[in-house]
């Protein structure tokens, strides 16, 4: 299963006219349908509709679509109609100058001061008659499927992106697990001889009150303590289970964002405790190294759904 983005964008289009000769075809007046799905980053699924009024009664269908299909991310659906009804002088039925008439006369019984409706006003009452009744709900939905498989495409293949990215940087947080887990070794073993080499500086000025077992035992502990406090194998075993961890979820994909989201921040905490137990400027820059990585890592995790 594919690792999908909450970012994409996808459009269709959807023309419409009356039917009829080729001459009335030509001369009818027609509409374009338009559609428009922007997605970005989100905790949940977070849906926003932005339809002209008349098409406002199809949102709860268009939302019930887009929640079978969609898990995260931030959905804005855009729909708009133009038409070139404005450019086309729509002859007026009888039947609809008889309803103006009536309206007009109704009007005026109430309003006497009313001004009375032009014949611009009747032409442009009559351009929006034609199109009043329309019902585009399948249009509508069928333009919202067509639209959602191609956002849906577009998630896929930035998703795919986004894994290759996030398997390169696991392999470079390995790289550099690999390097520090030799490094704690060497600083115990040159602790201890420096330990021991001040115990002994320490002891050839004294009156030998000391007994030198005592003070070689001493200097073992401290030695030890030492080396408690700096070892690292515990982070980076860790460190790497959490690596392994996020490239199964990668290779298994689906719905994997938040589970990714907490393993990036258990590896920051891996990473952050090696950097304050460092005792050499080579496990600092290594600490560095793996937060600047993990970083890039939790800001593109933010965009998997």
């Given at each position: 299963m594919p690792v999908y983005s909450m970012t994409g964008y996808a459009s269709a289009q959807h023309s419409t006219a009356s039917n009829g000769s080729e001459a009335d075809i030509k001369n009818a007046p027609t509409s374009q349908l338009g559609l428009e799905i922007r997605s970005v980053n989100s905790?949940?699924?977070?849906?926003?509709?932005?339809l002209p009024e008349e098409l406002r009664q199809y949102e709860p269908a268009l939302r019930e679509m887009l929640i079978g299909r969609l898990k995260r991310?931030?959905?804005?659906?855009?729909?708009?109609?133009?038409s070139n009804t404005q450019s086309i002088i729509v002859d007026p039925t009888t039947r609809l100058?008889?309803?103006?008439?009536?309206?007009?006369?109704?009007?005026?019984?109430?309003l006497p001061d009313a001004a009375p409706l032009s014949v611009a006003d009747v032409i442009r009452l009559s351009s929006?008659?034609?199109?009043?009744?329309?019902d585009w709900r399948e249009a509508v939905l069928a333009l919202a499927l067509q639209a959602v498989d191609e956002l849906i495409s577009s998630r896929q293949r930035e998703g795919d992106r986004l894994g290759i990215m996030l398997i390169e940087r696991?392999?470079?947080?390995?790289?550099?697990?690999?390097?520090?887990?030799?490094?704690?070794?060497?600083?115990?073993?040159?602790?201890?001889?420096r330990f021991m080499d001040r115990w002994k500086e320490a002891m050839a000025l004294t009156d030998g009150t000391a007994l030198p077992e005592v003070a070689q035992d001493r200097a073992?502990?401290?030695?030890?303590a030492f080396a408690i406090r700096i070892d690292v194998a515990e982070e980076i075993t860790r460190l790497n289970s959490h690596l392994d961890e996020i490239e199964r979820l990668i290779n298994k994909g689906g719905e994997v964002g938040k589970r990714l989201d907490f393993l990036i921040q258990e590896l920051h905490r891996e990473a952050n405790t090696m950097g304050s137990k460092s005792a050499a400027l080579e496990l600092t820059h290594i600490s560095v190294d793996m937060k600047v990585l993990i970083e890039q890592m939790r800001e593109q995790v933010q965009n998997i759904e």
């Open positions: 905790r949940f699924l977070d849906l926003s509709f932005r991310g931030k959905v804005e659906v855009r729909v708009s109609i133009e100058l008889q309803r103006l008439n009536a309206v007009q006369d109704s009007v005026k019984a109430w929006n008659d034609t199109g009043s009744a329309r696991l392999s470079q947080l390995r790289a550099l697990a690999a390097q520090a887990v030799p490094l704690v070794p060497q600083l115990v073993l040159q602790q201890r001889q073992l502990a401290e030695a030890t």
